[in-house]
């Protein structure tokens, strides 16, 4: 994800809901454009690569 797709704003959404302890959990299919912090500090899970072709449409 890079910057100006939202990276940024998607790290602080994960900081924010691990911080207030919301029901949130964001996944991101691929690579973040910096490295980002991920749980348990965030509600990020990075999963890293993914084959386009096997990925339901």
Same mark, same amino acid.
């Given at each position: 994800?890079?910057?100006?797709?939202?990276g940024?704003?998607?790290?602080a959404?994960a =900081?924010?809901?691990?911080?207030?302890?919301? @029901?949130?959990?964001?996944h =991101? =299919?691929g690579? #973040? &454009?910096?490295?980002?912090?991920?749980? @348990?500090?965030a509600?990020?899970t990075? &999963?890293g #690569?993914y084959d386009?072709?096997?990925? #339901? &449409?």
């Amino acid at each position: 994800m890079s910057l100006a797709k939202g990276g940024d704003v998607m790290e602080a959404v994960a =900081l924010a809901a691990a911080q207030s302890q919301a @029901p949130v959990e964001l996944h =991101l =299919l691929g690579y #973040p &454009h910096r490295r980002m912090r991920t749980q @348990p500090h965030a509600s990020l899970t990075v &999963h890293g #690569p993914y084959d386009d072709a096997t990925c #339901p &449409h």
